[in-house]
């Protein structure tokens, strides 16, 4: 069917409200409420204290760290990080996992994951007069690289703030790239591990250190040509291996804060209610139906929602699906995951890109 109506299929293998995928967006969605790469450093009377102590100051860094991930950085401004108590603050935490424990009697040393109750977090903010915004982009490589002067284990704990700081749970997922990937900033070079990130653009974020001072230059890169010079951010460097680490995630904190703040100004001016469309999906083949169908489900756990085949013949299908943004951001996220959105006579087309 290259052009024939949906109305005119020869015979349908199945129609009707047939459901697709069964929530991936909304499993992606509640996702963005786990705050992963907390780390604790408590001392108490005993262990058991010391671990209760680390595991409250998780939930707190986690709540902070939440609120920032889910609001917009100029209505937080004027209204400030909500005050909680810990009464308030112990119902809103679904879970606490531990992803790494070091404990002696008096002191506790954790990494941990903090799982807060999304309803409870969206009425509190809500409540406050700040907007929620919830929905996730496409994944960014990060290439954490160091200059030749700048000493081995400090390099090391670069890429460590990055493997382990929580950053692939972000809206703009920030997804490390293997140690594999090395020297200057090039596309051509990380094209590769960001396809296999699902990701369309890198950034190498290049440590240097000068006296007390660390500072990270950003460079994106993508297809095309594309560089973008992304600035710099800095922190200063002090004492001991728990103060470098402190700093260094300082850092990278504030690079993914660039990335953030921009994804975020960009679907708040778009607007988060869903939109609903119908569209045809033409293919000639089970193959590219199949690839129509991954690349759906595979946006599910960014821009769209509530997948439905409608109808499905020989040549082409009916399908239904929400979405969060505008016609742009859907059609680029789509043709990331290998599906063509075009208008056609009857509506918007889904094809199976070219590989």
């Known amino acids: 069917m290259k052009a024939t109506p949906l109305a005119a299929f020869a015979a349908f293998v199945f129609a009707a409200l047939c459901a697709f995928a069964p929530a991936p967006a909304s499993a992606q969605r509640e ?6 790469g907390i ?35 100029e209505e937080l401004g004027r209204a400030g990080i909500p005050d909680v108590d810990n009464a308030t603050l112990d119902r809103l935490v679904q879970t606490v996992d531990v992803n790494e424990e ?3 009697g008096t002191r506790y040393i954790g990494r941990l ?7 409870g977090i969206r009425s509190l903010l809500q409540a406050r007069q700040l907007r929620v915004v919830d929905t996730r982009t496409a994944p960014v490589l990060i290439v954490p690289a160091a200059i030749a002067d700048v000493a081995p284990e400090t390099a090391a704990a670069w890429r460590d703030v990055w493997a382990n700081g929580g950053f692939d749970q972000e809206l703009a997922p920030l997804v490390v790239a293997p140690a594999g990937l090395s020297g200057p900033p090039s596309w051509e070079t990380a094209a590769p591990f960001a396809q296999s990130a699902a990701a369309n653009s890198a950034i190498y974020a290049t440590l240097r250190t000068q006296g007390n001072v660390a500072t990270a230059s950003l460079i994106e890169l993508g297809p095309n040509g594309v560089r973008r010079d992304r600035g710099e951010v800095s922190a200063g460097l002090s004492g001991d291996a728990n103060a470098l680490r402190a700093s260094l995630a300082s850092l990278a904190d504030q690079a993914s804060q660039r990335v953030q703040n921009e994804w975020k100004a960009r ?22 139906w199949e690839q129509i169908k991954s690349g759906l489900e595979q946006a599910a756990a960014t821009l769209i929602s509530q997948i439905r085949i409608e109808a499905v013949g020989r040549e082409g299908a009916l399908v239904s699906f929400s979405f969060v943004g505008d016609r742009a951001l859907l059609s680029t996220e789509l043709s990331r995951h290998g599906v063509t959105l075009s208008d056609g006579a009857g509506g918007p087309v889904l094809r199976a890109a070219q590989r």
């Open 31 to 36: 996702n963005v409420f786990a705050v992963s």
């Open 39 to 73: 780390y604790v450093d408590e001392t108490a009377a005993n262990g058991a204290a010391a671990q209760q102590a680390g595991f409250a100051a998780a939930q707190r860094a986690g709540f902070e760290r939440l609120v920032r991930r889910v609001t917009l950085p």
């Open 102 to 104: 070091r404990r002696s």
């Open 113 to 119: 994951t903090v799982r807060f109750d999304p309803a």
């Open 267 to 288: 679907i708040s001016g778009v607007g988060t209610q869903s939109n609903r469309v119908s569209a045809q999906a033409l293919y000639q083949s089970e193959r590219q």
